[in-house]
């Protein structure tokens, strides 16, 4: 089993977006300032850097649920849609968020898109997988 599972996960993913700075490929686009995250939310992010940590979170979820697509991922950073006084559902949350991100992380060759049986989707590459041992400091 890999160490990366016993970390704790906010812990991991600041420290995973703080490299992912480093990579030239993964860069905020000039609309992610005004844009939320989803229907379900109100207002933008108000971090400056939730671009990278949004990427460390996906870069993450792909290692441990890969292969995964973006309908996946929209539904695991959806959240509850406030209606008023009509009652709560859960909405997805932004596809093009996610999928720019995913992007990124391929053209960084970190990601691949794979098919394992029936499931299609993205997986973490082996120099993803360096990237993650590198920030758990597990020497291979």
């Given at each position: 089993m890999s160490?990366?599972?016993?970390?704790?996960?906010?812990?991991?993913?600041?420290?995973?977006?703080?490299?992912?700075k480093n990579v030239k490929e993964i860069q905020a686009p000039e609309w992610s300032k005004y844009c939320r995250t989803g229907v379900h939310k109100e207002r933008p992010p108000e971090q400056d850097d939730w671009w990278h940590i949004r990427a460390a979170a996906i870069l993450r979820s792909v290692?441990?649920?890969g292969p995964i697509g973006t309908e996946k991922l929209r539904t695991?950073?959806?959240?509850?849609?406030?209606?008023?006084?009509?009652?709560?559902?859960h909405k997805k949350g932004s596809g093009s968020v996610i999928r720019k991100i995913l992007q990124q992380l391929e053209t960084a060759k970190l990601i691949k898109q794979a098919e394992v049986g029936t499931h299609?989707?993205?997986?973490?590459?082996?120099?993803?997988?360096?990237?993650l041992n590198k920030v758990v400091g597990v020497k291979e």
């Open positions: 160490k990366i599972f016993t970390v704790e996960a906010n812990e991991f993913i600041h420290k995973l977006s703080e490299e992912l290692f441990r649920l695991k950073y959806g959240g509850r849609k406030n209606r008023g006084v009509k009652p709560e559902h299609k989707g993205r997986v973490v590459t082996k120099e993803g997988k360096e990237l």
